[in-house]
């Protein structure tokens, strides 16, 4: 079956700094997820990407979704501490939706 | 306010108990699922339910017992639950089950199983 891996499981940065946190589906997907929990919440949706190579820019991030639609990456410009939180991503495929790990990342002021 | 409410938010139950878990969305979506989240683990889909019918089930073990009485409420039944049950277990919901889009979640109800 599909399977989803997320790397890396944790990140500390100093405050300022880049992050990036990676995707990998077993499978190609439909389109993939990202979502954010903060600790001590909930996941709350970031973005979805469909198309194959797309980038889409939400202030300090960028999400990619590969060419072959089987990887994904979520890049934080100049983290801040209000950057905290777990990132997960979540493919989706013929009724099949698999979350990632999570990338942890904590920042330093 | 992500319109998704779990209640309790927070349960404590012996291994012969029997409580449950509530959820409630006021977003006039079609499907709601639950997901138990354990630590250093993915999220785990345990039951999806689209338009009060039941369209996955993810061989979760009979000591959970969904229940949709309607489109905006879900329950999650327990039963002589295992100390490795002890999790935080996430509703959510969305438009509609096949090709969800976002997943709209509630705030969790954190578990302990003595």
């Known amino acids: 079956g599909q399977q989803v891996m997320q790397i890396p499981q944790y990140q500390h940065v100093q405050e300022g700094e880049d992050f990036t946190t990676y995707c990998n589906s077993s499978t190609t997907l439909s389109n993939i997820q990202w979502y954010k929990q903060r600790p001590g919440g909930h996941p709350v949706f970031l973005i979805q990407l469909v198309k194959s190579g797309e980038v889409k820019k939400q202030k300090r991030l960028t999400f990619q979704f590969g060419e072959a639609k089987k990887n994904s990456s979520l890049h934080i410009t100049a983290t801040q501490t209000t950057d905290v939180g777990t990132y997960f991503c979540a493919g989706y495929n013929n009724n099949d939706m698999r979350f990632g790990a999570g990338t942890r990342l904590t920042v330093k002021p | 306010e992500t319109g998704v409410t779990q209640t309790p938010r927070h349960l404590v139950m012996g291994m012969t108990n029997k409580k449950s878990l509530k959820c409630e969305q006021h977003l006039g979506h079609n499907a709601m699922y639950w997901y138990k989240q354990s630590a250093k683990k993915p999220l785990e889909l345990m039951f999806v339910y689209s338009l009060e019918e039941r369209v996955e089930n993810n061989s979760v073990p009979s000591r959970f017992s969904p229940e949709c009485p309607n489109s905006s409420h879900l329950f999650l039944h327990l039963h002589t639950l295992q100390p490795e049950d002890s999790a935080l277990y996430l509703c959510?919901?969305?438009?509609?089950?096949?090709?969800?889009?976002?997943?709209?979640f509630g705030e969790g109800s954190r578990l302990t199983v003595l």
């Open positions: 959510a919901s969305s438009q509609g089950a096949h090709d969800p889009g976002e997943l709209f």
